[in-house]
């Protein structure tokens, strides 16, 4: 059966970490916009150097260019079984855009993760990342730390701290989603798409009450 899922939430929300989970379990592509553009930083793209200077200062990139690169990934022949989308759409123009992508509705269902703010700044500036961009290692470190600090758990390369987030990245970010995103959330909301769930708690708990709130809402 092909899910096609929304997952929204600001800035260490827990989008990420439970994206990749949800994504797994419901057996669709987990697709992050963040992660591509930091593959292709990383890869010292074109793209990558447009989107770097946005990033790191905690402002989103300009529609046009996440467009064009969410364009090339949802024509992706994975997509057929559905997706996940982590971080996407986050103003009107990219989920107007998503609609027109797609005939007769373009989602089935949009999660929005919700935390209080200061929990949000404990999570952003507590999490340490694999810095091997092929390795999708997250810690955090009082929720989550690694075996061995400063190591990546599952490839043994360092973990690096993301550049937004610094503190006043974060801030920005944070008023970013403030001042953008609450319109992708109005959007799905007045089409009834649009279902909440608590983010606070253990990474497990999150992961039952999305999963619950997919199975609700979208009937295997
Ligand atoms: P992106 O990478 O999408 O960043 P974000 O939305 O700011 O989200 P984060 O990755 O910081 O947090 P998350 O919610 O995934 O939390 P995580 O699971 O890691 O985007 C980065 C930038 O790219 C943007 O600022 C923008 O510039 C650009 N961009 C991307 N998409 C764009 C778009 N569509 N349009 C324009 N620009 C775009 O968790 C955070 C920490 O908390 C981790 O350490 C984790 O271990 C821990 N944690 C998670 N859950 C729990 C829990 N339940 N309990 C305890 N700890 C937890």
Redesign the pocket.
């Known amino acids: 059966m092909s899910r096609r899922i929304v997952l929204l939430?600001?800035?260490?929300?827990?989008?990420?970490?439970?994206a990749a989970r949800v994504a797994a379990d419901f057996a669709i592509p987990h697709i992050?916009?963040?992660?591509l553009?930091?593959v292709e930083i990383a890869a010292g793209s074109e793209l990558g150097k447009k989107?770097k200077g946005?990033?790191d200062t905690?402002?989103?990139?300009p529609?046009e260019i996440?467009l064009d690169m969410l364009a090339a990934r949802i024509s992706e022949p994975d997509v057929v079984s559905g997706f996940l989308l982590?971080?996407?759409?986050?103003?009107s123009a990219?989920a107007e855009a998503l609609e027109r992508r797609f005939e007769g509705g373009a989602i089935d269902l949009a999660v929005l993760?919700e935390v209080e703010e200061e929990e949000l700044v404990t999570?952003?500036s507590?999490?340490w990342v694999c810095s091997n961009p092929k390795c999708s290692g997250?810690?955090?470190v009082l929720?989550?730390p690694p075996l061995v600090e400063g190591i990546c758990d599952s490839c043994g390369a360092a973990l690096v701290q993301r550049n937004?987030d610094k503190p006043e990245a974060i801030r920005r970010?944070l008023q970013?989603y403030a001042s953008k995103t609450s319109a992708v959330i109005d959007f799905y909301e007045t089409r009834g798409e649009l279902v909440r769930v608590d983010?606070?708690?253990?990474?497990e708990d999150?992961a039952s009450r999305i999963e619950s709130a997919i199975d609700n809402a979208i009937p295997a």
């Open positions: 939430g600001p800035p260490g929300a827990g989008k990420g970490t439970q992050s916009t963040g992660d553009f930091r989107a946005f990033i905690g402002d989103l990139v529609d996440v982590d971080g996407f759409p986050r103003t990219q993760l999570r952003l507590g999490r997250v810690f955090h929720y989550s937004d970010r970013e983010s606070s708690g253990s990474v999150v």
